[in-house]
């Protein structure tokens, strides 16, 4: 009856079945146990076909706490009508009959409560299915011989198992297959109550790990929580040291950009002052050793001096003399001659300066400025030893002639100023003879001369003769620098150039020469007296003050004319390629220095032989890198250079038309 209450379960919760493992076995096995006991009370009650008499299936469609008091007593009357119905069944069904229907009544009361009470809580694998004692021991409990059924089932229970054992293998057989089917049912519940039971000791387990594990994930969020904010703390905090550390990196920069310029700006005033100290140092060391010389100089002279004065003492004191004795002889009539002699005198004189001029004119043109000639073309020829020779002699001659010269210098001013002019050519052209010889150096001073009294020009205040007096009283002067004439300045210019050494004499000889320059007759002149190598002495660096009037006075001759193309054919030599690859070389070269010079050798590279001359001194390469590192703006400088490269096969044509438009 237990088995019965038990098999309702599944109708009344069927979710809970499906969860039990083997639930639908254990439906099956109660749907038979229900059919055969309905088939057997059939069988033993023909009369009764309602089935609100079996008590079996009412206990398994009603539950107990479902029923009401009076339907339990009806329960109770149905279960005793059953026993006495099974007493008078085969005689064999005596063992029914002991078998206390109260006791099974309460049995079966406490399976339904104790399944309902399963269902309301939802504890089901918790709960002790058990069957009813009677049933547990033996399927039927047999009562006395007297076949009383108030006994206590207590006393029923307490029966030795061998007296229950023989009570049952008198049992009809389907009695022993229903006991044996509820048993099976027990076994099976139990196991199934021992596996939830097991099942629910695991969820236990897993919750209180679960809690822990909740515990600890709170904990660990509590803790990334304060993280956090100490986090953003931080980034905050270090987003201001990072503006801060911006700011003073670009305050540092702006102050190390100022420092650099600064620097730069002190660097460049040292490299000047650099400079100005080594130029003044050089300048010194020129003026000692020239102050040496002029010591020199001056002690000669002073001796000389002396020397002077003694002869003078002595021809005085002799001249006294021979006047006083004069005057005691002198008679009237030697009066009168006095003044025909010292008018036959002058023009005497000037015959002679004539005669002097003319010679002087003739051995210039023909002589000295033809060796010249002849030296310059000589280099190919196989004359170079007579030439020498004669260079040597020359060279001596002039040497000689020249401190004469600069004697009768003082004798000008009384002299027709038309023939100043063949003096002064002479004097340049026996200047020129000596500027490759050795004789240079012994006739400097003499030369210096020269070129301070043609620059300053020569006054005289006394009379050609001590017994002629000077008419009027004033002084005369012959000026050579100054002139109006322009052979006689252009040729005294050229003089000063090559002997003086005065900055302010050299400046004003540069102006002087750039003027006369801007006329034809004085690029005649310049071609005539091949005054190109006197310009590339001063066209250094070191006459920093010099070298834009040089520059200029050359560029004067490269303006168009019947001058430009022998001009050019002078310039196309070693020596002038030479200085202008030492001054290309300087670093510090004046940006107009360097395009007034590009012009020049922008007209020097259309002739086609001086291609050798412009690769011999690399030339070339030096124009190509002051144009790679010329400034944007210097665009007359860029086309030049341009035109340049292109006239030496060095650049494209495209190039130099674009620079052009640019």
């Known amino acids: 009856m237990a088995a019965a209450a038990m098999l309702s379960g599944p109708e009344r919760s069927p979710s809970r079945e499906a969860e039990r493992p083997g639930g639908a076995a254990q439906t099956a096995g109660s749907k038979a146990v229900r059919t055969r006991f309905k088939s057997r009370r059939s069988l033993t009650y023909p009369d009764s076909s309602d089935s609100s008499?079996?008590?079996?299936?009412?206990?398994?469609?009603?539950?107990?706490?479902?029923?009401?008091?009076?339907?339990?007593?009806?329960?109770?009357?149905?279960?005793?009508?059953?026993?006495?119905?099974?007493?008078?069944?085969?005689g064999g069904l005596d063992a029914l009959s002991e078998i206390n229907p109260l006791e099974t009544e309460e049995e079966l009361i406490e399976a339904d409560r104790r399944g309902s009470l399963m269902q309301n809580t939802?504890?089901?694998?918790?709960?002790?299915?058990?069957?009813?004692?009677?049933?547990?021991?033996?399927?039927?409990?047999?009562?006395?011989?007297?076949?009383?059924?108030?006994?206590?089932?207590?006393?029923?229970?307490r029966r030795p198992a061998s007296k229950t054992a023989n009570k049952r293998s008198s049992l009809p057989p389907y009695v022993s297959e229903i006991y044996d089917e509820l048993l099976l049912i027990h076994q099976k519940l139990q196991h199934e109550t021992a596996a939830q039971q097991e099942y629910a000791l695991q969820l236990r387990e897993k919750e209180e790990f679960l809690i822990n594990k909740e515990e600890m994930l709170l904990q660990h969020e509590a803790a990334l929580t304060k993280i956090?904010?100490?986090?953003?703390?931080?980034?905050?905090?270090?987003?201001?040291?990072?503006?801060?550390?911006?700011?003073?990196?670009?305050?540092?920069?702006?102050?190390l950009k100022e420092k650099i310029k600064e620097n730069k700006r002190l660097k460049s005033s040292f490299d000047t002052l650099k400079e100005m100290n080594d130029s003044l140092k050089k300048q010194l060391n020129d003026a000692s050793g020239e102050n040496k010389k002029l010591e020199v100089q001056a002690k000669r002279v002073q001796a000389r001096l002396e020397n002077l004065q003694r002869k003078y003492e002595f021809l005085t004191v002799q001249k006294s003399k021979d006047v006083s004795r004069a005057v005691a002889?002198?008679?009237?009539?030697?009066?009168?001659?006095?003044?025909?002699?010292?008018?036959?005198?002058?023009?005497?004189?000037?015959?002679?300066?004539?005669?002097?001029?003319?010679?002087?004119?003739?051995?210039?043109?023909?002589?000295?400025?033809?060796?010249?000639?002849?030296?310059?073309?000589?280099?190919?020829?196989?004359?170079?030893?007579?030439?020498?020779?004669?260079?040597?002699?020359?060279?001596?001659?002039?040497?000689k002639l020249l401190p004469v010269i600069?004697?009768?210098?003082?004798?000008?001013?009384?002299?027709?100023?038309?023939?100043?002019?063949?003096?002064?050519?002479?004097?340049?052209?026996?200047?020129?003879?000596?500027?490759?010889?050795?004789?240079?150096?012994?006739?400097?001073?003499?030369?210096?001369?020269?070129?301070?009294?043609?620059?300053?020009?020569?006054?005289?205040?006394?009379?050609?003769?001590?017994?002629?007096?000077?008419?009027?009283?004033?002084?005369?002067?012959?000026?050579?620098?100054?002139?109006?004439?322009?052979?006689?300045?252009?040729?005294?210019?050229?003089?000063?150039?090559?002997?003086?050494?005065?900055?302010?004499?050299?400046?004003?000889?540069?102006?002087?020469?750039?003027?006369?320059?801007?006329?034809?007759?004085?690029?005649?002149?310049?071609?005539?007296?091949?005054?190109?190598?006197?310009?590339?002495?001063?066209?250094?660096?070191?006459?920093?003050?010099?070298?834009?009037?040089?520059?200029?006075?050359?560029l004067q001759m490269t303006a168009e004319s019947r001058s430009l193309q022998p001009f050019l054919?002078?310039?196309?030599?070693?020596?002038?390629?030479?200085?202008?690859?030492?001054?290309?070389?300087n670093p510090k070269l004046?940006?107009?220095?360097?395009?007034?010079?590009?012009?020049?050798?922008?007209?020097l590279s259309k002739i086609k032989s001086n291609k050798k001359l412009f690769e011999l001194f690399t030339i070339h390469l030096m124009l190509q890198e002051i144009q790679r590192t010329a400034h944007p703006d210097n665009a007359f400088l860029s086309i030049n250079l341009n035109s340049t490269l292109f006239n030496l096969g060095m650049t494209k044509c495209s190039s130099v038309a674009t620079t052009t438009v640019h």
């Open 53 to 90: 008499d079996d008590p079996l299936a009412s206990l398994t469609v009603n539950s107990p706490s479902e029923c009401s008091h009076g339907s339990r007593k009806h329960y109770r009357k149905s279960h005793y009508d059953l026993h006495t119905h099974l007493n008078r069944l085969r």
């Open 122 to 157: 939802g504890a089901h694998a918790e709960a002790d299915v058990t069957l009813p004692s009677s049933l547990a021991a033996d399927p039927v409990t047999c009562s006395d011989d007297d076949g009383n059924p108030g006994e206590s089932p207590l006393k029923h229970a």
């Open 228 to 255: 956090r904010d100490v986090e953003e703390e931080i980034h905050a905090k270090f987003q201001i040291l990072k503006e801060e550390h911006s700011a003073d990196v670009k305050h540092l920069s702006e102050a």
């Open 329 to 399: 002889a002198m008679k009237p009539g030697k009066q009168e001659k006095a003044p025909a002699s010292r008018t036959c005198k002058v023009p005497l004189n000037t015959q002679v300066y004539e005669l002097l001029a003319a010679l002087m004119d003739w051995i210039a043109d023909h002589q000295l400025s033809r060796l010249r000639q002849e030296e310059m073309k000589g280099d190919s020829q196989k004359h170079l030893c007579m030439l020498s020779s004669h260079k040597n002699y020359i060279q001596e001659k002039c040497a």
């Open 406 to 554: 600069a004697e009768q210098l003082q004798w000008m001013p009384f002299v027709n100023p038309e023939l100043h002019e063949p003096l002064v050519k002479f004097i340049y052209w026996a200047m020129r003879q000596l500027d490759s010889g050795t004789q240079h150096t012994t006739v400097t001073s003499t030369l210096r001369r020269l070129g301070e009294d043609l620059f300053k020009g020569v006054i005289t205040k006394g009379a050609p003769s001590p017994a002629e007096p000077l008419a009027g009283g004033k002084p005369r002067t012959a000026a050579f620098f100054k002139s109006s004439s322009l052979p006689l300045r252009f040729l005294s210019t050229l003089i000063v150039l090559k002997t003086v050494t005065r900055a302010d004499y050299l400046a004003q000889a540069f102006d002087s020469l750039c003027l006369d320059l801007k006329t034809d007759e004085g690029k005649a002149l310049f071609l005539e007296c091949r005054a190109v190598p006197l310009l590339l002495d001063h066209l250094r660096i070191s006459s920093k003050g010099l070298l834009s009037n040089v520059i200029d006075s050359l």
């Open 569 to 585: 054919e002078a310039c196309s030599n070693e020596l002038f390629f030479r200085t202008c690859s030492v001054l290309l070389r």
């Open 590 to 603: 004046d940006t107009q220095i360097l395009e007034k010079l590009s012009i020049i050798l922008q007209k």
